[in-house]
Each structure stands twice: as structure tokens, then as C-alpha cells.
């Protein structure tokens, strides 16, 4: 029992240790904004019969 004990408190140090990486990088990284232009030809806008 003692070892099963043991790998469920690593397994779940490792899984912190995961999370915390996780919530880290999405708060402290910002990407950089740059603008997106995207070209629709005319014949999308027509009515498909």
C-alpha cells in the first residue's frame, strides 16, 4: 500500500507541476497582434441551386 500511496502523490506533484506550467505560459505569454486579410472569391456569395 505504501508505494501506492507513493505513485499517486508523484503522479499527482507531476500533474500540478503540469498545470502550473499550463496556467503560467497562458498568463504570462503574449503573441503578437498582427492584421489578417482573407480574400473570398464573388462566387461564395451566390446562391447554390
Do not use: C, H, W
Not at 506550467?21 to 451566390?46: C, G, H, K, S, W
Amino acid at each position: 500500500m505504501p508505494s501506492l500511496f507513493r505513485f499517486l502523490v508523484s503522479v499527482a506533484i507531476m500533474g500540478g507541476l503540469i498545470y502550473g506550467a499550463m496556467f503560467a505560459i497562458a498568463q504570462f505569454y503574449n503573441p503578437p497582434l498582427r492584421e489578417i486579410t482573407v480574400t473570398i472569391p464573388p462566387d461564395r456569395f451566390l446562391k447554390q441551386k
